[in-house]
């Protein structure tokens, strides 16, 4: 294969003949481009050849299960991405459109080793990817994108015999069976399924029926405009549209998701959203109970109560903070052998007896309604009220090249760390300790913390602070972080702010 040029304009003969791939598409653990500007069908052509051929390298069986979102262009997208695959001499097994949990399903549904799944998640339209995994329930983290970086912008795939292509039908339906089982609600439930008009749409309403559930539709029908908003349920907008069909319809509560379906966000029964890491730790005091003395992983965008809730420290659970991401978070999961990860972005990874280790939007609806099931005197407002407060920014993401926001982010690390190192305060408490696992949080003498790091799949950086105490001193917190931030002219204005 030729090495893939970065750029190749538009609408010329080259672009319909040459792999173009941009380098920075090759992100810490997805592949990400926006379509046509970044990457060419040619250029998606390289990257199966080039997957193949890394599955080749590390002796993995050559079969794959691949699968594709309901955007418009992702079908053109997966041909062409599978087209490599075979001209690389993988067995192809196509298992349609699908959301990206379903696709991790198909590998143990079918018994194939690897996967990959074409998505922009909760991006833009314009935006394309592969989501893509050799080890079930993992996927690709920085050391397996990273080579499969320098597979494909080297021109290094290699073509073999042996490809091939079978359409598997049927594994939509399996994976509704798998999600449900033989659970019926015993009591009634009325929730809004919001799906942004985007795959899920295709699968969370039969899921909530099948549950036993009443379903009041929000955005359901299948439309890869999105007209509405963007499927992105850590979006406010997404967030605050669904607690207005909570109190239009009178609901229990609301369930919305991602793009992809692997992500699952909650607005209880008064209309109050959730974030997700709050939801995480009232699913964890629930699951609790039932597996004291468990590890649950969370992120460190997440809250500071997997570790300080009294309630969780009562049946002896481990709390152990770990990096952002996907790949990171299920790799996390499955080597310390927890029970669940929780992201503050709505990425739930429940393992051992409740689910599989990869993220599942549909799998954690399932589990609040087994949640709620399991309370039937507690709505969900009461279980949010039940929870020590503490008052938290959403997930804030001001924009920085991909170029230059790693470099960025290390500058600010180092500033952050001396600002430790001279005992200056933030938001003025003094600061206890700044973990440098993702990024730096600045940890405070009473528990409240701000975060930087960087996003791993879009240009910007990512800002969470959250307080103990107050919402003033959270503002206080954001506002010393944010200055901090500010010494970096790079750094461009906030997505949405506080």
Same mark, same amino acid.
């Given at each position: 294969?030729?090495?893939?040029?970065?750029?190749?304009?538009?609408?010329?003969?080259?672009?319909?003949?040459?792999?173009?791939?941009? %380098?920075?598409?090759?992100?810490?653990?997805?592949?990400?481009?926006?379509?046509?500007?970044?990457?060419?069908? *040619?250029? $998606?052509?390289?990257?199966?050849?080039?997957?193949?051929?890394?599955?080749?390298?590390?002796?993995?069986?050559?079969?794959?299960?691949? !699968?594709?979102?309901?955007?418009?262009?992702?079908?053109?997208?997966?041909?062409?991405?599978?087209?490599?695959?075979?001209?690389?001499?993988?067995?192809?097994?196509?298992?349609? *459109?699908?959301?990206?949990?379903?696709?991790?399903?198909?590998?143990?549904?079918?018994?194939?080793?690897?996967?990959?799944?074409?998505?922009?998640?909760?991006?833009?339209?314009?935006?394309?990817?592969?989501?893509?995994?050799?080890?079930?329930?993992?996927?690709?983290?920085?050391?397996?994108?990273?080579?499969?970086?320098?597979?494909?912008?080297?021109?290094?795939?290699?073509?073999?015999?042996? !490809?091939?292509?079978?359409?598997?039908?049927?594994?939509?339906?399996?994976?509704?069976?798998?999600?449900?089982?033989?659970?019926?609600?015993?009591?009634?439930?009325?929730?809004?399924?919001?799906?942004?008009?985007?795959?899920?749409?295709?699968?969370?309403?039969?899921?909530?029926?099948?549950?036993?559930?009443?379903?009041? %539709?929000?955005?359901?029908?299948?439309?890869?405009? +999105?007209?509405?908003?963007?499927?992105?349920?850590?979006?406010?907008?997404?967030?605050?549209?669904?607690?207005?069909?909570?109190?239009?319809?009178?609901?229990?509560?609301?369930?919305? +998701?991602?793009?992809?379906?692997?992500?699952?966000?909650?607005?209880? #029964?008064? !209309?109050?959203? &959730?974030?997700?890491?709050?939801?995480?730790?009232?699913?964890?005091?629930?699951?609790?109970?039932?597996?004291?003395?468990?590890?649950?992983?969370?992120?460190?965008?997440?809250?500071?109560?997997?570790?300080?809730? %009294?309630?969780?420290?009562?049946?002896?659970?481990?709390?152990?903070?770990?990096?952002?991401?996907?790949?990171?978070?299920?790799?996390?999961?499955?080597? &310390?052998?927890?029970?669940? !990860?929780?992201?503050?972005?709505?990425?739930? +990874?429940?393992?051992?007896?409740?689910?599989?280790?990869?993220?599942?939007?549909?799998?954690?609806?399932?589990?609040?309604?087994?949640?709620?099931?399991?309370?039937? #005197?507690?709505?969900?407002?009461?279980?949010?009220?039940?929870?020590?407060?503490?008052?938290?920014?959403?997930?804030?993401?001001?924009?920085?090249?991909?170029?230059?926001?790693?470099?960025?982010?290390?500058?600010?690390?180092?500033?952050?760390?001396?600002?430790?190192?001279?005992?200056?305060?933030?938001?003025?408490?003094?600061?206890?300790?700044?973990?440098?696992?993702?990024?730096?949080?600045?940890?405070?003498?009473?528990?409240?913390?701000?975060?930087?790091?960087?996003?791993?799949?879009?240009?910007?950086?990512?800002?969470?602070?959250?307080?103990?105490?107050?919402?003033?001193?959270?503002?206080? $917190?954001?506002?010393?972080?944010?200055?901090? $931030?500010?010494?970096? %002219?790079?750094?461009?204005?906030?997505?949405?702010? &506080?």
């Amino acid at each position: 294969m030729t090495k893939p040029a970065p750029t190749v304009s538009v609408n010329t003969w080259e672009f319909l003949r040459d792999p173009m791939i941009t %380098p920075t598409g090759f992100r810490e653990y997805d592949a990400r481009w926006q379509y046509p500007e970044a990457i060419n069908l *040619p250029g $998606i052509t390289a990257l199966g050849l080039g997957l193949g051929t890394q599955m080749h390298a590390r002796s993995i069986e050559p079969v794959i299960a691949v !699968g594709n979102d309901y955007r418009d262009y992702s079908l053109s997208i997966k041909n062409a991405l599978m087209l490599g695959l075979m001209q690389a001499g993988i067995a192809v097994k196509d298992i349609g *459109p699908a959301l990206s949990p379903m696709a991790y399903f198909s590998q143990f549904h079918l018994d194939v080793p690897a996967v990959a799944m074409v998505t922009a998640s909760h991006n833009p339209n314009g935006w394309t990817g592969v989501k893509m995994g050799f080890e079930r329930p993992l996927t690709h983290g920085p050391d397996e994108m990273n080579e499969l970086r320098d597979i494909v912008l080297e021109g290094r795939g290699q073509a073999r015999a042996g !490809g091939s292509y079978a359409f598997i039908e049927g594994v939509r339906e399996a994976y509704l069976d798998d999600l449900v089982g033989d659970f019926k609600m015993t009591r009634k439930l009325k929730v809004v399924c919001a799906t942004g008009n985007g795959t899920a749409a295709a699968f969370a309403p039969e899921l909530f029926e099948r549950l036993g559930v009443e379903v009041v %539709p929000s955005h359901t029908q299948l439309d890869y405009t +999105f007209p509405h908003y963007n499927p992105n349920p850590e979006a406010m907008e997404m967030l605050h549209d669904m607690s207005d069909s909570v109190k239009a319809s009178g609901a229990d509560f609301a369930l919305g +998701f991602d793009g992809d379906g692997d992500r699952c966000g909650v607005v209880d #029964d008064e !209309g109050e959203e &959730i974030f997700a890491d709050k939801v995480g730790v009232i699913m964890a005091r629930d699951l609790a109970k039932l597996y004291p003395g468990s590890t649950f992983v969370a992120d460190v965008k997440s809250t500071g109560l997997f570790a300080s809730d %009294p309630e969780l420290q009562k049946y002896g659970i481990k709390a152990d903070y770990w990096k952002t991401g996907h790949s990171h978070m299920k790799r996390r999961v499955k080597e &310390i052998g927890a029970l669940a !990860g929780f992201e503050k972005s709505g990425h739930y +990874f429940l393992a051992g007896d409740i689910g599989r280790g990869y993220d599942c939007g549909m799998r954690v609806a399932v589990e609040i309604c087994k949640l709620m099931d399991r309370n039937p #005197d507690k709505s969900m407002s009461d279980l949010r009220k039940a929870l020590p407060q503490t008052w938290a920014t959403p997930t804030m993401s001001p924009y920085c090249a991909d170029t230059e926001k790693y470099d960025t982010l290390e500058r600010l690390v180092a500033k952050l760390v001396a600002k430790h190192a001279a005992s200056e305060t933030v938001g003025g408490r003094a600061i206890k300790e700044v973990v440098t696992v993702n990024g730096a949080r600045v940890i405070l003498d009473n528990g409240g913390w701000g975060l930087v790091r960087a996003s791993s799949n879009t240009p910007n950086l990512v800002v969470v602070c959250e307080s103990p105490d107050s919402e003033a001193e959270m503002r206080a $917190i954001f506002a010393d972080i944010d200055a901090v $931030i500010r010494t970096e %002219p790079n750094v461009g204005e906030y997505d949405q702010t &506080i």
